[in-house]
């Protein structure tokens, strides 16, 4: 199916607020999250993981933040992660959408 | 450079009415494809890569094409090619952005 309908997709939901949806192929996987619960007043515990990550803010605010820098990111930016780099971000504004990509695929959010 | 405002991308003019921004780690990119040059009154004919693609439409509205189905994608739906699989697609409203991402990088994209 490589036509994926948002709607049609089953949804993870990763905790209240925190909705997940995903594709893939065999290296490569999109992740299209929903948060809604929104803002934050710190930013998530940094984390790793041995995939490398290019991310886009589609709707909202984020801080991104890694061990060097600190940025506000609204629609239309972007950010990238490489392969075991320590990473997190801070909720900005209520309701954020963001796309994740990651190679290779996340095993650990297959349904 | 891990956090990137799109304004401060350097813009790719495909052709007039096609913009591309860009970012990449070793081995994924993040492309954000802005159309202003839609609609269209058929598909564009099909390619194919060996690259690896997922893309979600951010705005707007394509036609996705494929030997074996044609679906109409608006904002939040998505798409997955693997590798060297043809595909189109055809511009359904004047303004359209794409976030496609690529394993390997496409280097011919690269400024």
Redesign the interface.
């Known amino acids: 199916m490589?036509?994926?309908?948002?709607?049609d997709l089953p949804v993870t939901v990763v905790k209240p607020g925190v909705e997940r949806r995903l594709?893939?192929?065999?290296?490569?996987?999109?992740v299209?999250v929903d948060f809604s619960n929104g803002p934050q007043s710190e930013p998530d515990p940094p984390h790793a993981h041995p995939h490398?990550?290019?991310?886009?803010v589609?709707e909202g605010e984020i801080l991104?933040v890694?061990e060097s820098?600190r940025?506000r990111?609204g629609p239309?930016?972007?950010?990238?992660?490489?392969?075991g780099?320590p990473?997190a971000i801070q909720l900005l504004s209520k309701r954020i959408?963001l796309?994740d990509?990651?190679?290779p695929i996340r095993e650990d959010f297959l349904p």
Request: hydrophobic letters at 45%; proline letters at 5%.
């Open positions: 490589p036509a994926v309908k948002l709607a594709a893939h192929t065999d290296r490569l996987m999109i299209t490398e990550q290019v991310s886009a589609v991104f890694t820098e940025t990111l239309g930016d972007m950010f990238v992660v490489p392969s780099q990473h959408r796309i990509c990651f190679t």
